[in-house]
């Protein structure tokens, strides 16, 4: 009675419906198969079949053979995809396991830092398990009628060579960023300082932003540049807004810190221009942060 209710499920969310299309008498049967053989391949991920049956449905082009599409379909690959989309327990954790070795090795053909590669693999997961707006992950798109190893490589390929164009912004867009920072027109003695300190400035920002783990760089450009609620981005790393919130203050805190370290190292001012100096940099953190690291990966 199941599989005959499966083929229903099936037949309601077919694109564009069936048409004139034959539905073989044993698709009921096909499917079971299809779901059995993923959750075979995947202990401990469970997808409900019904679940199952309506993501493989959705797939199947409106001008396919539905013998042939289920025929070819990687089955094993398109219900970890699913369980994905699903947020399941334990799947993007395993989907991360199995693929970790492929996509390091595809990112480090286009560059070898660790650094890179660990920034790269942050972008992907985020694209890939993360919706946008109405927009679903893109883990969605996986239609199952390819390996999803392939699949897979082809996005680390494409979030790689799209991070390695954006990684050296030019000087002078760099500089106007930085120099958003401190704003001119506020005090003629603090206008000459930001002219004269501007490179010192420049310095100072960029060795502060590369002591900043690769997580809280991720976590600031997709609030900061991007403009994503703590909500969006903590489902990106599968913990609550809360948290994602204390990170995003301690980077802050901890880029501030630094910038104004480095200053007052740098700087021979005195005691209270410095002052004025660091609170204008601070009252313009998140401006100046959001336009570097725009800059960044532009």
Request: net charge neutral; aromatic share 6%; charged share 25%.
């Amino acid at each position: 009675m199941e599989l005959q209710a499966m083929r229903a499920v099936f037949l309601d969310h077919l694109q564009g419906g069936t048409g004139a299309r034959v539905v073989a008498g044993d698709v009921d049967d096909r499917l079971d198969r299809l779901w059995s053989a993923g959750h075979a391949a995947w202990p401990g991920i469970v997808v409900p079949l019904p679940v199952f049956v309506c993501h493989v449905a959705e797939r199947v082009p409106p001008d396919a053979d539905i013998e042939h599409a289920l025929e070819n379909l990687h089955a094993a690959d398109l219900y970890l995809a699913c369980a994905c989309v699903q947020r399941t327990a334990g799947a993007v954790e395993r989907f991360e396991r199995q693929y970790a070795e492929s996509i390091a090795a595809a990112l480090r053909r286009i560059d070898g830092a660790a650094s890179f590669i660990d920034e790269a693999r942050q972008l992907l997961r985020h694209r890939l398990f993360v919706a946008e707006g109405d927009a679903p992950p893109r883990i969605a798109t996986y239609s199952g009628r390819g390996p999803l190893a392939s699949w897979v490589v082809v996005a680390a390929q494409r979030i790689g060579l799209n991070l390695a164009r954006g990684q050296r912004p030019q000087d002078s867009n760099v500089d106007g960023a930085i120099a958003a920072a401190l704003p001119a027109g506020i005090d003629p003695e603090l206008d000459y300082l930001r002219t004269r300190y501007r490179n010192e400035f420049r310095v100072a920002f960029q060795t502060a932003i590369a002591r900043l783990t690769q997580r809280e760089r991720m976590v600031l450009r997709l609030h900061l540049v991007r403009g994503l609620p703590h909500e969006q981005i903590a489902s990106s790393y599968n913990v609550n807004a809360s948290t994602v919130s204390r990170w995003i203050t301690k980077a802050k805190s901890t880029l501030l810190t630094e910038v104004q370290r480095d200053l007052r190292e740098r700087l021979h001012v005195g005691t209270t221009e410095f002052h004025s100096l660091a609170a204008l940099v601070g009252s313009k953190l998140d401006l100046s942060l959001a336009r570097w690291l725009g800059e960044e990966h532009a």
